[in-house]
């Protein structure tokens, strides 16, 4: 589980990028504007998708006094 | 065989504090469950059991035997007390454990030593709180000893507490000082007196509780463990909570039941809450998660008054919380004081569905923004191609306006070429109109000519008709001719010369017999 957070956290680090690039653009390149709006979209299906997987798992720890936990 | 696991735990619990070390350095829970699992009864079956090497059965061996050999004695009554039970008294030594069975014929003897050891195994059985006022305290090395007297009657209870234990509840024993007890009575073999070992020790009373409360959190302070810049923030997308909390109550159902589905994974230790027994178990299931690999430890609890929630307010768990090293979330009810774990939290949030929207609020954020980026970063981008096509659309109208101005004369050409063309074949067309006109003209001027000829010709016909001699023939006329002359005068025939006379329907030949001239001038 936590490796596919990090995917969350990580896609949603690459699309605040692809925002940012297209903020800082005073002339925008289209090629390489096609190319990160390709890009953003597959990053937001894909964190989606992965939103949509994500289930809660409980796990019950018992402390025991006399153990070298 | 309860029993012999109460009694080598209560064992080993004054075994580690007499040496002041853990419990598990004494003997690990695993073999103590194997001892009363295994039995064992020479050195050999001891030392084959794991975490029971050369050295510990040097150090305890014969303890342990000596326990197993009692404990088990109580299993086989019969070996023990030559008395073959009944299986009611059977079954009443296992659900009874010590219950010593009374010997009918033969009279028991004990040693001083086994008989304390019989009766102090059935004071263990016997934990206990009780509440007294403290009297003649003192400290001796590792262990503290005062006296409890009833308020009421005056009875006196001797105490023997572990410092370790007494320095858990970090209150400061004054004396007169009401205090309740949690613990067991023993009867110490050296000596042989009786006193209560407390475990627990806490104040009695809001005024003492909020006194301990005011000082500890003014030396906090002092500290510098409530300062805001110790505040660690919490990770976008926390997943691994440890949450430490009791099992039962609703605080536990409060906090997953508002915990969002994002793929928590949630390491819960039940802890107890209430009272000073609570310290002891907080710390060990803090002890126990700083190992584990956790985003953010939460502990939470439900409301209560300063005495309710002390285990809050002890030193031990407020320090422990302060330097643990992951984020902390720390959400207790509370009525006026703050509870000082609290104060040294990363976040105190007021309760545990206030903490569940902090954990999930990143996540929430996510999703929110998810959807904005999907719409926004198309229609950003949108909007920078229209912008495009509209700068393309100017450029070109302006190349356009250009062009015109280099093509104009080309057009105007064309146009005049065009008129001419159209002249022309305007003029065509006329010609051919009065050609087509002439030549109507002509035929007909033709046609007339013709009937003028073939009027002529009739005409003509009918006079040569007129004139035809052969006409004159029939009408009577002949035509003479001689030596193929026609005679026109009587000079040209002699007298006895022959003519032919040509008549309509042959010829005559004659022969002139006179001549008679006419003289009619």
Redesign the interface.
């Known amino acids: 589980m936590p490796k596919s957070t990090a995917n969350i956290t990580e896609m949603m680090k690459k699309l605040r990028a692809i925002t940012e690039w297209f903020e800082s653009q005073e002339e925008i390149d289209v090629e390489k504007g096609i190319e990160k709006v390709k890009e953003g979209a597959e990053l937001i299906k894909a964190s989606k998708e992965r939103l949509k997987e994500l289930e809660n798992e409980f796990e019950d720890v018992k402390k025991k006094l006399g153990d070298n936990d | 065989m309860a029993n012999l696991r109460s009694v080598l735990?209560a064992w080993?619990e004054s075994e580690a504090a007499k040496k002041g070390v853990?419990?598990?350095r004494v003997?690990?829970?695993?073999a103590?469950d194997e001892i009363v699992r295994a039995m064992p009864k020479t050195k050999e079956e001891l030392t084959a059991i794991k975490g029971i090497k050369e050295a510990k059965y040097n150090q305890y061996g014969a303890a342990i035997l000596n326990m197993v050999k009692e404990g088990g004695g109580a299993e086989t009554p019969k070996a023990a007390f030559g008395q073959k039970p009944d299986e009611i008294t059977a079954i009443s030594y296992i659900v009874d454990g010590m219950v010593l069975p009374k010997p009918k014929e033969e009279r028991m003897l004990y040693s001083v030593s086994t008989y304390l050891d019989i009766v102090n195994r059935e004071l263990w059985r016997m934990r206990a709180t009780v509440k007294g006022e403290v009297t003649s305290f003192k400290e001796q090395g590792k262990a503290v000893y005062f006296s409890l007297r009833d308020a009421e009657d005056g009875s006196m209870l001797s105490v023997f507490m572990w410092m370790s234990d007494f320095a858990l509840a970090g209150i400061t024993l004054a004396e007169g000082l009401e205090v309740i007890l949690e613990g067991r009575s023993e009867i110490y073999k050296p000596s042989g007196r009786f006193s209560f070992r407390a475990e627990t020790i806490e104040l009695v009373g809001e005024g003492a509780f909020q006194k301990a409360y005011n000082e500890l959190k003014k030396k906090l302070e002092l500290e510098g463990l409530f300062a805001p810049e110790r505040k660690r923030q919490l990770k976008?997308?926390p997943?691994?909570i440890g949450l430490v909390t009791s099992r039962s109550g609703a605080v536990i159902h409060d906090f997953?039941n508002n915990?969002g589905?994002?793929?928590?994974?949630?390491?819960?230790?039940?802890?107890r809450v209430e009272g000073a027994g609570a310290v002891?178990?907080i710390l060990?299931?803090l002890?126990?998660l700083e190992?584990?690999?956790i985003d953010v430890l939460v502990l939470v609890r439900g409301g209560g008054s300063l005495e309710s929630l002390q285990a809050f307010n002890n030193e031990h768990v407020v320090r422990k919380v302060a330097t643990f090293p992951a984020v902390t979330i720390c959400a207790i009810g509370h009525d006026k004081d703050v509870p000082l774990v609290q104060l040294v939290a990363d976040y105190a949030p007021s309760t545990p569905t206030a903490t569940t929207i902090l954990l999930n609020a990143s996540?929430e954020h996510?999703?929110h923004?998810?959807q904005t980026?999907?719409r926004?970063?198309?229609v950003?981008?949108e909007q920078?191609?229209w912008r495009?096509q509209d700068a393309l659309r100017t450029v070109s109208g302006e190349l356009e306006t250009r062009l015109d101005v280099l093509i104009q004369p080309f057009r105007l050409l064309i146009t005049s070429f065009n008129d001419s063309v159209l002249l022309l074949a305007r003029q065509l067309s006329s010609k051919k109109d009065e050609l087509h006109y002439s030549s109507k003209t002509l035929l007909e001027q033709y046609r007339q000519q013709r009937r003028f000829v073939l009027e002529a010709l009739a005409s003509a016909a009918r006079s040569v008709q007129q004139n035809d001699p052969l006409r004159q023939l029939k009408l009577g006329y002949s035509i003479l001719t001689h030596g193929g002359k026609v005679v026109r005068s009587i000079a040209d025939i002699a007298v006895g010369q022959s003519f032919d006379a040509r008549l309509s329907d042959g010829t005559l030949v004659v022969e002139t017999k006179e001549k008679h001239p006419i003289n009619d001038k």
Do not use: C, Q
């Not at chain 2, 003997?27 to 695993?30: D, G, I, K, R, V």
């Not at chain 2, 589905?261 to 802890?271: A, E, K, N």
């Open positions: 735990h080993r853990e419990l598990f003997l690990p829970n695993s103590i976008e997308h997943i691994r997953l915990l589905r994002f793929g928590y994974h949630v390491v819960f230790v039940d802890s002891k178990d060990a299931a002890t126990l190992s584990k690999d996540w996510t999703i923004e998810l980026l999907s926004g970063l198309i950003r981008f920078d191609v495009m």
